[in-house]
């Protein structure tokens, strides 16, 4: 089996990563995660609260349409109509919020969550939107019988993890990739020998001795 002789630039790239790549990584990561967190800072934040509801005739079945009846028209008119009769009349983002209904399979519990940029607005919305949905679910479905089972939550600040990840990622690649270019590039222009063994660790070269040069001034 014949064995393959690595020649003298992969010599020279595997010497440069063996003696670079811990500052090489150790930078990047800290530059992916500052970059990551600073990200989190400045990207505008938003706030959920959520609020349990129950179906009390154990009729799970119907819990499935509730979540067509949350995106209706006569939902979301009624809770306009709510938003402004409340001390949030005169909100300048009343109107930014998002609503969703989610549930287990075959369970007649289900949970209202709302979502915006301030947190006591995303708590009153849950609570309204709680309200709101018992009292006029009747008239878009026959068969509801609800009651809420928690009201809306203290809001929380919605952290992206997936893309808090990936930013802190692409950023550690990027500054790895252009570290290891710049270093590696002034490492082979810089054409300086830096102890004796290094021609042999390189070109595969026996080393043969030192060589001393006088220099002398002619007269």
Known sequence: MMKRTLDWREVLIINFFKKNGLIILLVGLIFGVGVAFGYDKLNSATYESSGQLVQNDNNSGIVSSYKQFLASNLFSTNLKKKINQSTWKDYDKKNTYSLALTYDYNSPFFVIKATSSNAKYSQYLTNTAQNVFIGSVGNYL??????????????????????????????????????????L???????????????????????????????????
């Open 142 to 183: 026959a068969g509801s019988n609800i009651s809420i089972v928690s009201h809306g939550s203290k809001a929380t600040k919605v952290i992206s993890m997936t893309r808090l990840v990936s930013v802190g990622v692409l950023v550690f690649l990027i500054v790895c990739i252009l570290m290891s270019a710049i270093l």
């Open 185 to 219: 590039r002034h490492t082979v222009r810089s054409g300086v020998i830096k102890n004796e063994n290094e021609i042999s660790d390189i070109f595969g070269l026996k080393n043969l001795g030192l060589v001393g040069l006088n220099m002398t001034k002619k007269e």
